[in-house]
């Protein structure tokens, strides 16, 4: 683990961010992904500090050329990669017919060809070796879209399929390459004040909402378990994917009626706030945003429903047990024994 060589994009902040440290601590080489250069030098910063070795790079995870050299310098200077973490994105907050075509192109590019990008340059070099791990950053908007978020939906969306696609690949040529995908809660990061909005009002998560600790707790260990195809973190996240298997006529009704307020808090907008769609967002007025967003005080840092998806072996033995004691008192309890 601690010679492990990690490869994290969008990591100058939230979960990225969250995910690259949690690197650190174990001590890995750990190679930060992300446009903004404030973002990246307190990225490498926090891996340091966690014991780790950081190499920043800046890149543009939409431009092919410029992800496949920063693949190139990652291992001139670290070493083979062994994990590559796509998490790189960027959004926009308004209804569809006000968003303009190249908008919608460039998130997009951004949040969908970024990580096709990301992933073929990985497999590039792990495909030869016969190992390495690609884990993808999704979200249970990978298979539920909610109103005002149709650009990242849909790039979310995209992500499910094409990494659907390539694992079938994978497991047709009997590759020890692993890819695995972990499905996201609303989680507590710094987009809401630097995505693109045309909202009146600020944006905030869907609640419940979850610390980037909590999220990079689950990508680390779908990271360690790739063998497993998706991995869901937070109560919020299985239950929307539960409920929208089954019902997704009546999710379609509710979110219309909730979805455009429980994505804006009561405060205005800021029409000056940054928008990272073409530039990164750190900058003079906000250096480095950090992993955390400003919802610290709603946030939880626990999950009951990550700690069983962690330990479903303990979780199957546990529910066994009690259907073998359940029995075993129904059989004392018949006539005549």
Request: proline share 7%; aromatic share 6%.
């Amino acid at each position: 683990m601690t010679q492990q060589v990690v490869v994290v994009t969008g990591a100058s902040g939230g979960v990225g961010r969250a995910v690259a440290r949690r690197y650190g601590a174990r001590g890995a080489k750990v190679a930060l992904l992300a446009r903004g250069v404030d973002g990246l030098a307190g990225a490498a910063k926090d891996v340091e500090a966690e014991g780790g070795t950081a190499l920043p790079i800046e890149v543009d995870v939409a431009d092919p050329t410029a992800v496949e050299a920063a693949a190139e310098h990652v291992e001139a200077a670290l070493g083979p990669i062994d994990v590559w973490v796509n998490d790189a994105f960027t959004s926009a907050f308004a209804p569809f017919m006000q968003l303009e075509p190249a908008e919608f192109k460039r998130v997009t590019e951004v949040t969908y060809l970024g990580y096709v990008y990301g992933t073929r340059a990985a497999l590039r070099r792990m495909l030869p070796r016969d190992r390495g791990t690609v884990v993808q950053v999704g979200s249970a908007l990978a298979y539920r879209g909610i109103p005002l978020q149709s650009a990242y939906c849909g790039a979310k969306h995209a992500i499910q399929g094409f990494t659907e696609s390539v694992r079938c690949e994978l497991l047709h040529d009997k590759s020890n390459v692993h890819v695995t995908m972990v499905q996201l809660p609303a989680v507590n990061t710094p987009q809401f004040d630097w995505v693109l909005s045309r909202l009146r009002r600020k944006a905030q998560p869907v609640p419940p909402i979850y610390q980037p600790e909590l999220a990079a707790r689950g990508v680390v260990h779908a990271a360690d378990h790739p063998r497993r195809r998706e991995y869901w973190v937070g109560g919020s996240t299985a239950a929307t994917l539960l409920a929208n298997a089954v019902a997704p006529g009546v999710l379609d009704r509710y979110l219309a009626r909730t979805g455009y307020r429980a994505q804006q808090t009561d405060q205005p907008r800021d029409p000056d706030q940054p928008a990272n769609l073409w530039q990164p967002a750190d900058g003079p007025r906000e250096p480095d945003y950090g992993a955390h967003g400003r919802f610290d005080d709603q946030a939880k840092t626990r999950s009951v429903q990550l700690w069983a998806s962690h330990h479903h072996g303990l979780v199957a033995a546990g529910a066994a047990a009690v259907v073998a004691a359940g029995l075993a008192l129904l059989r004392r309890r018949q006539p005549g024994r």
